[in-house]
């Protein structure tokens, strides 16, 4: 058996695989193994890892990857091990979930940004393992038609469905407040809400319209030139709007998410006050 502490040379490995090919446990040794892997015969129970323990396993496997083929089997047996045991989907996907029903402002990241250093670690922890020939994509290219599904996915993945979900909230708070209004009306700039005669509201989501808690104006490059062109976009539809003698109120993404009850509570009395107010 290998010792405690020593690395075993690529050498010795190879040997080994090779004693053991087409040896197979009988069911008395599998059941013996099982049964040290899970309780006190374990030699590490009750004796969890030191901290520098745990670093040095996670730098000792820095880098590494499974094989295609050993992913396959990981996933299959991972399948198989749902199969036989159902209530570990539950824990995964219900409420047993610590992360579960914890989106939008319950998010531990909500409204947070990552320090440069945790951008820089973040970085770090990538080379090797996606960045370059690690990454099992590397020089290979989708073609057209994959592009243009992935780009069409995006873009439903971005604009529409979180609009909708925070578009549907308000909808929803609206009716239940005996608010009437029109959807998508068709004015300049498809407002998400119309009260007639002349309230347009439209909710914007943080990120995409340059909000200050998603978005830096000093950023730069293609895509914050992008979320800028829409951000001019969106000024010249609110001129445009009143110039036609509309008024026009924008809600934040995250004003929804944090205090949808102000949120239509402001609705409300732009609706029954005459007041000229963006946002
Ligand atoms: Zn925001």
Redesign the pocket.
């Given at each position: 058996m290998a010792k405690k502490g020593i690395k075993q040379s690529p050498e010795w490995v190879r040997k080994r695989v090779e004693s053991r090919r087409g040896y197979h446990p009988s069911e008395e040794t599998l059941r013996k193994q099982r049964e040290v892997k899970l309780g006190a015969n374990n030699p590490m129970f009750g004796r969890p890892r030191t901290p520098e323990a745990i670093q040095k396993f996670v730098k000792s496997r820095t880098g590494y990857r499974h094989s295609d083929e050993t992913r396959k089997k990981l996933a299959l047996a991972r399948l198989n091990y749902y199969k036989d045991h159902p209530e570990t989907i539950e824990m995964i996907k219900g409420e047993n979930n610590p992360m579960f029903g914890r989106t939008g402002d319950l998010a531990p990241m909500f409204?947070k940004h990552l320090s440069s250093e945790a951008k820089r670690r973040l970085s770090q922890w990538r080379v090797g393992r996606f960045v370059g020939p690690a990454n099992s994509f590397f020089g290979r290219k989708h073609s057209e038609e994959t592009r243009a599904r992935m780009k069409e996915k995006w873009k439903h993945r971005f604009f529409k469905e979180k609009d909708n979900k925070l578009e549907l909230r308000l909808q929803r708070e609206l009716q239940s407040k005996n608010i009437i209004f029109q959807k998508h009306a068709e004015i300049l700039g498809r407002p998400d809400i119309f009260i007639k005669p002349d309230l347009c509201v439209f909710v914007d989501g943080?990120?995409w319209h340059g909000?200050?808690?998603?978005f830096n104006i000093e950023w730069t490059g293609t895509h914050a030139e992008y979320i800028k062109s829409r951000m001019k976009h969106d000024v010249e539809v609110n001129q445009k709007l009143q110039e036609s003698g509309y008024r026009v109120l924008r809600l934040?993404?995250?004003?929804i998410l944090k205090d949808i009850d102000s949120c239509v509570g402001r609705v409300r009395a732009y609706a029954e006050t005459k007041t000229m107010v963006v946002r």
């Open positions: 409204g943080c990120y909000c200050k808690c998603k934040w993404e995250h004003e």
